[in-house]
Nanobody, 121 residues
Framework: HVQLVESGGGSVQAGESLRLSCAAS????????MGWFRQAPGKEREGVAA???????TYADSVKGRFTISKDNAKNTLYLQMNSLKPEDTAMYHC????????????????WGQGTQVTVS
């Protein structure tokens, strides 16, 4: 089982940037899918971005052109670079991983981090 720990969240003003990190206890090279998801109070969890073993990325329409998902297999770390942040980006952000292809279907991921809060005002 893979353990995931997110970091890098915080409180910023609209237009600023943050980079989230997700450190894995095991080799992320063994994960077919990794992704970032977010959930705001009173709203359902939504997929933000995902990356597969081939490096193919998928983004929610709301973050295309602003967010970039990437991974460093040597450091066993997943990243989410968030630029031009908007108040509607405010949410708890979680990273996830699985050995099968999951895309941005959250219920298909087996391994999850505890989350890091992002607040944009």
């Amino acid at each position: 089982h893979v353990q995931l720990v997110e970091s890098g969240g915080g409180s910023v003003q609209a237009g600023e940037s943050l980079r989230l990190s997700c450190a894995a206890s095991g080799s992320i090279g063994g994960s077919t899918s990794m992704g970032w998801f977010r959930q705001a109070p009173g709203k359902e969890r939504e997929g933000v971005a995902a990356i597969d073993s081939e490096g193919t990325t998928t983004y929610a329409d709301s973050v295309k052109g602003r967010f970039t998902i990437s991974k460093d297999n040597a450091k066993n770390t997943l990243y989410l670079q968030m630029n031009s942040l908007k108040p509607e980006d405010t949410a708890m952000y979680h990273c996830a991983a699985d050995t099968a292809y999951c895309g941005m279907v959250s219920r298909q991921y087996r391994y999850w981090g505890q989350g890091t809060q992002v607040t944009v005002s």
